[in-house]
Nanobody, 116 residues
């Protein structure tokens, strides 16, 4: 089992920054990929960024490329999403995810609201 707890969401003006954190516990050694997803009201949950493997290979979606960065610490028990130059369209609930060979685990989500 893997447990994920997000924090760091909030209300920010357009152009501002936030850093989301995801605390990871449980079978950390079994995790292949960590990721951040987001879901706006009435829309599907979309991939934002992932970080994979020992080399920490990263991917960010085109919609946030150049503005968002995903990182992890050496212990792999924290995953961060640094969000800069935020736009109103970034408003959503942001979810942390962890994928193992047998399951994908999710956090409870943290709300990010960007005002114009």
């Amino acid at each position: 089992q893997v447990r994920l707890v997000e924090s760091g969401g909030g209300l920010v003006q357009a152009g501002g920054s936030l850093r989301l954190s995801c605390a990871v516990s449980g079978s950390i050694f079994s995790i292949n990929t960590m990721g951040w997803y987001r879901q706006a009201p009435g829309k599907q949950r979309d991939l934002v960024a992932t970080i994979t493997g020992g080399r920490s290979t990263t991917y960010v979606s085109d919609s946030v490329k150049g503005r968002f960065t995903i990182t992890t610490n050496n212990a792999k028990d924290m995953v961060y999403l640094q969000m800069n130059s935020l736009k109103p369209e970034d408003t959503a609930v942001y979810y942390c995810s962890a994928r193992t060979a047998w399951a994908t685990f999710w956090g409870q989500g943290t709300q990010v609201t960007v005002s114009s």
